[in-house]
């Protein structure tokens, strides 16, 4: 029989980074080399994370499949789980099984501009889209991330930003809901913010990733820019157990997030019902 | 080829598999209530009952089933896969559950992702199913495509009483004719009398059934009722209490959770949910896309008769009627749908 899709490889923590408060950045070391070899994914697909004794939760893969050597994750904490996943050690071992879902179609996307928005720690949920275009970047035109936390204490990957600018054709653009001492960015919500920078919907794609209200304003300026359904990607969560569209929850509609997304254009979702 | 088996015979039968096998049957427990119980001997099946209270479902696909034990210690992780399952006999479950189990092994292999624990289980297990020969008001299998008092889908053997106290035997695959060969001394081959018996028990049977809804009809109507203002009142007598979803032959809804005995020991254990609970679909930090019951409420019905349909082409039901018995505000799902 072909391997249980319920067995998570074992992996063990090598990194462990603090990106604000309540977020912090892992890596994760595969431990059987043959495991590390082949386990592959795309940018958009998530994981399954094991913690052994407290139990399973899905993330996305932070980083691309063109910087694989480890499997990274951006957790914030918010339950039971991920409290457990916040005092984990390096060395610690846990588990992973995966990848799961599809993945955001950069062949559809070639020699486009492409516009990522992003809110709080949705971010992490571009980072592998973001980083894989910059990796390829020759294959596209214009890359632009507009990031926006409720605060500047609450930027995740601040120290990325540097790098992610050196790409030729690559502008980043923060703001924070509310400003402090020192910050010289945008202050202001991100819809705001995007309305105000007005990028051009001709040859482009917007990615967002964020909390429901900000998509939901977000989607709306988009529009008024003249974004087609079709130019307008985002991902999905909801509540997963199994990954695999079994265990009968994450559906909205006949379709499961683990399955069929977490990747949808908005021409998608403009058809589905608001259960999600 | 169809073969005879006299009625006192099956007891002898029974008495042989249980030798080799694990054999559950209708079975009555010590408050009278008949369910799927392992039987010490051929005497302890209760034929008498249409429908047991709940399904065989549970002895293929359990309802907690440990994934494997986990070993946490200073030299590191240990994943201990859980033993083998045993040769099953499922013995004298109805057509409708026999099909549930046809239905949800299709989930269980979808998109070519294998569930191999209930995978070794359905391999492992020899369905014999008996036609039913009483439908009652609750019953609607002839809704179905293919359902029937008769039908044979998800069985490996199926016996069909006939009047002169001996049931027609017929092998569905091959473990049904490993029964009939192996204990051949208790079968011998039928006649054409007998297999046209069969056909007037069928018809006898499914005149019985008087419910006959249109599915497909009904399939239209949820395609473009999500947002009708029908869902608003029909959930309201429903109690949220899962009931139904639980003597499902159907339902497989299931929560993956971590089951810690210490520090140092613990399981992965797959457990039966139910989707009228509004943890189903609640998320870390409180939101939840189906937080009102109407939400739950219409899930549960879109599910069965509309969603299940896009993605497999039959409906995630099998007509057995358990449902309307075991609500406790006599929800009855034939007339939720009907109404829409």
């Known amino acids: 029989m072909a391997e249980n899709i319920y067995k998570p490889h074992l992996a063990k923590v090598v990194e462990i980074k603090a990106e604000t408060g309540d977020i912090k950045s892992y890596k994760f070391e595969l431990q059987d080399p043959e495991v590390r070899k082949t386990f592959t994914w795309k940018a958009g697909q998530f994981l399954i994370l094991d913690i052994f004794g407290i139990g399973e939760t899905i993330f996305t893969f932070a980083n691309p499949q063109t910087r694989s050597e480890f499997v990274e994750c951006t957790i914030r904490k918010v339950g039971r789980v991920t409290e457990a996943i916040h005092e984990l050690e390096i060395g610690a071992t846990v588990g992973l099984r995966g990848p799961y879902g599809n993945w955001f179609p950069f062949d559809k996307w070639q020699g486009k501009n492409l516009l990522y928005i992003a809110g709080g720690v949705g971010l992490a949920a571009l980072r592998s889209s973001i980083e894989f275009a910059l990796d390829t970047f020759k294959d596209f035109k214009k890359k632009t991330i507009l990031y926006g936390a409720r605060s500047p204490l609450d930027i995740c990957y601040k120290d990325r930003f540097s790098d992610w600018e050196k790409v030729p054709d690559t502008e980043i653009i923060l703001t924070a809901d509310k400003g402090a001492d020192g910050w010289k960015h945008k202050v202001g919500f991100v819809p705001a913010v995007l309305k105000e920078v007005h990028p051009s919907p001709a040859d482009s794609v917007a990615i967002i990733c964020g909390p429901p209200i900000m998509i939901k304003f977000v989607l709306k300026e988009l529009l008024d820019l003249g974004f087609t359904p079709e130019q307008i990607v985002t991902t999905l969560e909801m509540r997963m157990k199994c990954g695999l569209g079994k265990c009968g929850r994450c559906n909205v509609k006949h379709l499961y997030i683990c399955k069929d997304g977490p990747v949808f254009t908005y021409s998608q979702l403009k058809d589905l019902p608001d259960e999600y | 080829m169809a073969y005879l088996i006299i009625k006192d015979d099956i007891k002898n039968l029974l008495d042989e598999l249980i030798k080799v096998k694990a054999v559950f049957a209708p079975k009555k ?312």
């Open chain 2, 29 to 340: 427990d010590a408050e009278d209530t008949v369910l799927f119980g392992k039987l010490a001997s051929g005497a302890e099946w209760y034929g008498d009952s249409l429908l047991t209270h709940t399904t065989a479902k549970d002895k293929v696909y359990l309802q907690s089933e440990t994934f494997f034990k986990i070993k946490k210690d200073k030299n590191g992780v240990f994943l201990e896969d859980p033993a083998e399952p045993a040769e099953t006999v499922i013995f004298g479950c109805r057509p409708c559950d026999a099909r549930g189990f046809d239905i949800i092994g299709k989930l269980f292999n979808w998109s070519g992702f294998v569930d191999e624990y209930y995978t070794k289980r359905i391999q492992k297990t020899t369905i014999i199913t008996i036609s039913c020969e009483k439908p009652e008001s609750t019953c609607f299998c002839t809704s179905f495509l293919n359902g029937s008092p008769v039908n044979s889908t998800g069985s490996d053997l199926l016996l069909t009483p006939l009047k002169e106290g001996s049931c027609l035997a017929e092998a569905i695959t091959a473990k049904g004719e490993a029964i009939i060969t192996g204990y051949s001394r208790y079968f011998k081959e039928a006649g054409a009398a007998e297999e046209k018996a069969k056909i007037e028990f069928k018809t006898e049977a499914e005149k019985k059934i008087t419910k006959k809804l249109d599915l497909p009809g009904i399939k239209q109507k949820l395609d473009t009722s999500f947002d009708s203002s029908y869902w608003d009142t029909a959930h309201l007598p429903c109690v949220k209490c899962g009931a139904c979803t639980f003597v499902c032959p159907t339902c497989y809804c299931f929560d993956i959770t971590e089951k810690a005995f210490d520090n140092i020991n613990s399981e992965r254990v797959r457990s039966w949910d139910t989707c009228m609970s509004e943890l189903f679909t609640r998320m870390a930090g409180g939101v939840n896309p189906r937080i009102d019951t109407k939400k739950r409420f219409r899930q549960r019905f879109m599910h069965k008769f509309n969603y299940h349909v896009d993605n497999f082409k039959e409906e995630l039901c099998t007509g057995c009627g358990r449902c309307i018995k075991a609500c406790p505000v006599s929800i009855d799902i034939r007339s939720v749908i009907e109404n829409v």
